[in-house]
């Protein structure tokens, strides 16, 4: 649900056929919070300067991402659009 410049994702997780559900069940009920930005580069050097480790870098359409994950372990994607 969103518009152009906002989102909310809702996620369900599926059972597998063992009955098992994804990882997103075992994590909680928030998967992750995304913030859209204009220059990838340099937020991720202000998220390094204080003291979070980015990792998960992806590039495909529709933009650039990476993703780093809080003292609470709430995890953030990062993503800059074309």
């Not at 098992?20 to 909680?28: E, F, H, L, Q, R």
């Amino acid at each position: 649900m969103g518009s152009e410049t906002d989102h909310l994702a809702l996620y369900e997780p599926r059972e597998t056929k063992d009955g098992v559900k994804s990882d997103y069940a075992t994590c909680g009920q928030l998967n992750h919070v995304g913030i859209v930005v204009g220059d990838l580069a340099s937020i991720e050097a202000a998220v390094r300067a204080e003291g979070y480790d980015p990792h998960s870098h992806q590039d495909y359409e529709p933009g650039e991402r990476f993703y780093f994950s809080d003292e609470n372990e709430i995890e953030y994607e990062i993503v800059a659009y074309d």
